[in-house]
Structure formats: structure tokens, C-alpha cells
């Protein structure tokens, strides 16, 4: 089961976004593919 993201109600970004932003991390893309 997907936890409840803890960090999403203080952010401005979406859920989706985040979701994005983890995957590259997790998959160590550069900084520079992320900020697209």
C-alpha cells in the first residue's frame, strides 16, 4: 500500500509532481533532466 505522502501538505507542488521528482531521484538522473 502507497503511504500518504507526509511532506505534500506544506509544498506547492502537486502529488503527481512529486511522484516525478522521486522517480528520477530514485533512478539518479541528472539535475538538469529533472528541472525540465
Known amino acids: ?3 500518504r505522502n ?3 501538505k506544506r ?3 502537486s ?3 512529486f ?4 522517480y ?3 533512478h539518479d538522473l541528472p539535475a538538469s533532466k529533472i528541472a525540465e
Open 19 to 22: 511522484r516525478v521528482i522521486i
Open 1 to 3: 500500500m502507497f503511504r
Open 15 to 17: 502529488e503527481a509532481k
Open 11 to 13: 509544498s506547492h507542488l
Open 24 to 26: 528520477y531521484f530514485v
Open 6 to 8: 507526509k511532506y505534500i
